[in-house]
C-alpha cells in the first residue's frame, strides 16, 4: 500500500506540473496570437462565443480529459490559450490530475507487476505476448490509414 501511496503522490506532482504548464504555454501562446496578425479574427462573435463557453463550461471537460490518452494536452492547452480562469481550471486539474495518478498508481503498477512476473517466469511467453500485441496495434494503424484514404 506505501508504494501504491508514494507512486499515485509523485505521479500526482508529475501531472500537476505536466497539465499546469501546458496551460501556461497555452495561455502565453493565446497572448501572442492576440498581438498578432491573427488579432482580427480572435475578435470575432463565434470566436468570443467559443471563448467564453470555455471559460464557463471548460473546467468539467478538463477534468474528464484525464481519463483519456492524448486529449488531455489539447484540452489544458486550448483552456489556457482560451483564457480560463484559474479559480475554475485549478480545482478541474487537481481532481483530474488525482484520478489520472490513482488510474496510473494502480492499474499501471499492476500491469507492470504482471508483466514483470511473466517476464521472469516464463520468458518466451512473455515475449509473444508483446509481439502479438505490437502486431495487433500496427494492424489497427494500417487498418485506420488504409480506410482513411478511400
Known sequence: MDRIALTAGALYVIVLLRAGGTFAVGWLAGA???RSRFAGRMTSAKFRRAERAIQRWGAPV???SFLTVGFQTAVN?????????????LPALFVGGAAWALIYATAGL??????GRLFAERTALGVS???VLLLA?????VY???????
Open 129 to 131: 505476448a508483446v509481439a
Open 77 to 89: 492547452f486550448l483552456a489556457g490559450s482560451m483564457r480560463m480562469p484559474l479559480p475554475r481550471y
Open 62 to 64: 478538463v477534468a474528464v
Open 110 to 115: 499492476g500491469v507492470l507487476e504482471v508483466l
Open 144 to 150: 485506420r490509414r488504409r480506410r482513411a484514404t478511400r
Open 32 to 34: 501572442g496570437a492576440r
Open 137 to 141: 496495434v500496427g494492424g489497427v494503424v
